[in-house]
């Protein structure tokens, strides 16, 4: 997906003025419309919250779920951690595991823990995977 012309990031800062602690919220706001978080608009970013590029940077880095440049294949979300894994969540990556048409990613917690495995692709989640769901989501996304 391609980068977001400064007019999309901008509304997304204005979205974001004043709040405290908003670095975090703007950056999941830029991935999840457009992808990835792309290096040229950490001035833009750093710029508007009045911290530097390289605090900007760093948070990018840190997270590993931020990404600076569009991802290669679709990206489907699986959530690995503990209420899931209880519901089954290795035995259905471990499945997928050859999987060449999408990245299957993990992530932890959704935040729907009765309802696992979970997964969530662009701004949709997905409750009560099994193997059939989750095919049915592969080729959906891919
Ligand atoms: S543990 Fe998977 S949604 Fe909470």
Redesign the pocket.
């Known amino acids: 997906m391609k980068m977001a012309p400064d007019s999309d990031i901008d509304d997304i800062l204005t979205e974001h003025a004043g709040r405290e602690g908003a670095l975090l919220p703007i950056l999941h706001d830029i991935q999840a419309r457009f992808g990835h978080v792309g290096e040229a608009v950490i001035p833009t970013i750093a710029q508007a919250l009045n911290i530097s590029r390289a605090e900007v940077h760093g948070v990018i880095s840190f997270y590993h779920d931020f990404h600076t440049t569009p991802p290669r294949l679709p990206v489907i979300k699986l959530?690995r951690?503990?209420?899931?894994?209880a519901r089954g969540?290795e035995a259905l990556a471990a499945a997928f595991a050859d999987e060449t048409r999408v990245s299957i990613e993990p992530v932890?917690?959704?935040?729907?823990?009765s309802v696992?495995?979970?997964a969530w692709v662009g701004d949709q989640l997905y409750a009560r995977l099994t193997p059939e769901r989750l095919a049915a989501l592969v080729e959906q996304v891919a």
């Not at 951690?81 to 894994?85: D, I, K, M, Y």
């Open positions: 959530c951690a503990e209420s899931c894994q969540v932890y917690c959704l935040g729907l823990c696992g495995p979970n």
